[in-house]
């Protein structure tokens, strides 16, 4: 499919009474994709994505669309939006830990590039504690310095381990043995398909 039809396919997804908060209606969006104003139309899709819950090949067909278009942004996001799809998706407020107590001196990418290891209280056979990983992506901030604070979009490798995560629960960042940051849930999603930890 070219970037069109992969527009209109998204489109023909979303239901016809949704609006944006900034009020921008189905009907919209039809005339850009009209006008091949292909650009404005996916970030209207987009937008439209966030706070509904579409299927899965909306996400994909956008990122599709994102890719041909080379929004490296975009595309990102909507890749990491069909990953939240498959794998649930943990949203928490992350502190990291200043640069001078901690071995990151740089700031993380917000675009879902890093994969830490997450200390959610699990544990190993040996009865030591246990780390499970979860791709991370940070809200409304292409970087998070050291020291910095953001609300992050987790997406676990391993969902089943995320069960018994709970809103208001502390939990910690690791890219190495040290606490790279702690974080504090605030909502969890995870797929109806996932079984409950042992």
Same mark, same amino acid.
Do not use: D, Q, Y
């Given at each position: 499919m070219d970037v069109p039809e992969l527009l209109e396919a998204a489109f023909l997804l979303v239901p016809e009474e949704t609006a944006t908060e900034n009020d921008i209606t189905v009907g919209d969006i039809w005339d850009y994709l009209v006008h091949d104003e292909w650009e404005i139309a996916l970030g209207l899709l987009e937008e439209f994505? !966030? &706070?509904? /819950? @579409?299927?899965?090949?909306? =996400? !994909?067909?956008l990122a599709e669309a994102a890719d041909q278009l080379q929004l490296e942004r975009s595309a990102a =996001?909507?890749? =990491?939006?069909? /990953? !939240?799809? %498959?794998?649930?998706?943990i949203r928490a407020d992350l502190t990291l830990r200043p640069a001078a107590e901690? %071995?990151?001196?740089?700031?993380? /990418?917000g675009a879902g590039v890093l994969r830490p290891m997450w200390d959610i209280g699990l @544990?190993?056979?040996?009865?030591?504690?246990?780390?499970?990983?979860?791709? @991370?992506?940070?809200?409304?901030?292409?970087? @998070? !310095? &050291?020291?910095?604070?953001?609300?992050? %979009?987790?997406? &676990?490798?391993? &969902? /089943?381990?995320?069960t018994r995560v709970q809103p208001g629960q502390q939990i910690t960042m690791h890219e190495d043995r040290a606490v790279a940051g702690t974080a504090v849930i605030l909502e969890v999603c995870l797929p109806a398909t996932v079984m409950p930890a042992r």
């Open positions: 994505g !966030e &706070p509904h /819950s @579409l299927p899965l090949a909306f =996400w !994909e067909k =996001w909507c890749h =990491w939006r069909c /990953s !939240e799809l %498959r794998n649930g998706v901690a %071995r990151r001196t740089t700031p993380i /990418s @544990l190993s056979p040996t009865g030591g504690r246990a780390v499970s990983i979860a791709g @991370l992506w940070v809200e409304n901030m292409p970087m @998070l !310095e &050291p020291g910095g604070r953001a609300t992050v %979009r987790l997406v &676990p490798l391993t &969902p /089943s381990h995320w």
